[in-house]
Every structure is written in structure tokens, then in C-alpha cells.
């Protein structure tokens, strides 16, 4: 897979209160058409008004998961990212609230990657929890303890079905 072919010319909205995250993100997804948002307010009228292949949205500071409704209404796939937020109780509510994808800022370099990701499963209508798990589940081992899924293994079996 070759994100920056995938991604070349998409529609972007990136969301997140830190100026520093909003400028390095714009920086990796130098192929996208990209908009940024600092605060709610913007956001909502930025998603409310104009068309995106992919959001990406901060879960603090901006009211992330009500964003997250937002895009599922105009059906826009969307990305959530977390420093504070970064949980398993965070990553679950993502999934059952519809993002297509949940990255914590450390792993944030990658997100032209993540973002490819979520739009080759959206095309070829395919599960890109898969792929998120394959990508992630290794960060999340170390952070939240080898037996993080071992809580919820019904939640997982759904997550990662085909």
C-alpha cells in the first residue's frame, strides 16, 4: 500500500486544540486538501458544510466523540486521536460510537498510514479494525498490559470481525 497515492488530493479536516499537533499533521498529509479546526464550534461548521473523505478528531478538547456524531450523519469517516483520552474504555466507546480508527498521539507520525487504511476498507468495504489491530494492538500491549483484550473477548470478536 502507498498512502501518499491513496491519499494524494483527499479532502482532510484535521481537529485538535494544540496549534503544534494541527501543523504536524498538516505537514504529513502535505497530499491532502487539508482544513483545520482548533475548537468545536469550528469543526461543527467545517464538517456541517462542506464535503471530506476523512476527518481526523481529537477526543479532548474539543469534544471529539460529539464531532464523531457529526461525521457519521454525513457519513465521513473519522479518525480518532488521544493523548489524554488514551484508554481501553476510550478505544471501545470509539468503536461502538462509529470511528473507523483510534490512534494515540504517540504513534501520530503515521497517520498518512492510518488514514490510507481507513479509506482502502472503505472502498473495498472491508473491516479496518482488522487493520488497526495489526498496526496497534502491539502499541496497546505495552500500554495497557498483554491481557488488555482478555476483559472483553465478545467485544473483540465483534471488533474484529470480517
Do not use: Q
Request: with cysteine; aromatic share 12%; charged share 35%.
Amino acid at each position: 500500500m502507498e498512502p501518499e497515492k491513496i491519499l494524494k488530493g483527499k479532502r482532510v479536516l484535521i481537529v485538535d486544540d494544540e496549534e503544534d499537533i494541527l501543523e504536524f499533521l498538516t505537514e504529513i498529509l502535505d497530499m491532502c486538501k487539508i482544513d483545520r479546526a482548533s475548537t468545536f464550534e469550528e469543526a461543527k461548521e467545517l464538517l456541517e458544510s462542506n464535503f471530506y473523505h476523512v476527518a481526523v478528531l481529537d477526543i479532548m478538547g474539543v469534544r471529539g466523540y460529539e464531532l464523531l456524531e457529526i461525521a457519521n450523519k454525513k457519513d465521513v469517516p473519522a479518525l480518532m486521536l488521544t493523548a489524554h483520552a488514551l484508554s481501553k474504555d476510550n478505544l471501545k466507546k470509539s468503536f461502538k460510537e462509529g470511528a473507523s480508527f483510534y490512534v494515540p498521539k504517540d504513534e501520530m507520525n503515521k497517520i498518512d498510514v492510518f488514514l490510507a487504511d481507513v479509506l482502502e476498507a472503505k472502498e473495498n468495504k472491508k473491516n479496518v479494525w482488522l487493520k488497526w489491530y495489526e498496526r496497534l494492538s502491539s502499541f496497546c500491549d505495552r500500554r495497557f498490559g498483554p491481557n488488555w483484550k482478555d476483559e472483553d473477548p465478545e467485544f473483540w470478536d465483534n471488533l474484529l470481525k470480517y
